[in-house]
């Protein structure tokens, strides 16, 4: 049973709009939730970050929302740029112990 | 040479070849995991090795073993693979293993290991 679920295995965006990555997740005990990226060929390498205690966090044209009550959370990119064409994973860790990953999103940006 | 390193990048083997992976992190980090990435799966932690002492086992196969003979280097050893063993294998390393959620033990992935069990 997959604990952190990304239900969108791939997005497309044109360049200059808005990307929303979605995540999911059932274990409530999650209390810390990141973002990779990844390129072909390459390994995945962190992006962003939020602990339970905040409901957002955001670092330039990446923010990511955290919804606790509904278990879910998003990685918004704005505005969009080809090089942000990747394969998105979001994780989740309880109480520090061993991340769990979800199945990641490929987003296409198109310009 | 910085990050994390893995050798070799492909890797071609029959069912009944034994062969080795290995990861190599110049970043001081104390703890060192194996992830293998299939397609369209998630990304399934396999073994985790915190100050060289292998922390994790996330119940894998025996004909996959691990090896942390510091905390620089790690090795998977293969044995009498199966084709649906073919994957992505991912190294990573972290300053430590407990810590994450204080925002200090974000994973440095290498770029990976492509197996495929003929």
């Known amino acids: 049973d997959q604990q952190v679920k990304q239900n969108s295995p791939s997005l497309s965006v044109q360049e200059g709009r808005i990307s929303i990555l979605n995540c999911d997740y059932t274990n409530s005990m999650f209390d810390y939730f990141l973002w990779y990226k990844k390129y072909p060929a390459e390994g995945p390498t962190f992006l962003i970050s939020i602990s339970s205690i905040k409901d957002k966090n955001e670092d330039g044209r990446f923010t990511v929302f955290l919804n606790k009550s509904a278990k879910h959370l998003s990685l918004h990119i704005v505005p969009s740029q080809p090089g942000d064409s990747a394969v998105y994973f979001c994780a989740a860790s309880e109480y520090g112990n061993k991340l769990v990953f979800g199945a990641g999103t490929i987003l296409r940006v198109k310009s | 040479e910085t990050g994390v390193t893995q050798t070799p990048r492909h890797l071609v083997m029959g069912m009944t070849n034994k062969k080795s992976l290995k990861c190599e992190q110049h970043?001081?980090?104390?703890?060192m995991y194996w992830y293998k990435q299939s397609a369209k799966k998630p990304l399934e932690l396999m073994f985790v090795y915190n100050f060289k002492e292998q922390t994790e086992n996330n119940s894998v196969p025996s004909r996959f073993s691990p090896e942390c003979p510091n905390s620089s280097h790690l090795f998977l050893h293969l044995h009498t693979l199966q084709p649906e063993d073919s994957a992505l294998y991912l190294c990573?390393?972290?300053?430590?293993?407990?810590?994450?959620?204080?925002?200090?033990?974000?994973?440095?992935f290498g770029e990976g290991s492509r197996l495929t069990v003929l």
């Open positions: 970043l001081g980090h104390n703890a």
């Open positions: 990573a390393s972290s300053q430590d293993y407990v810590g994450l959620a204080v925002g200090a033990g974000e994973l440095f």
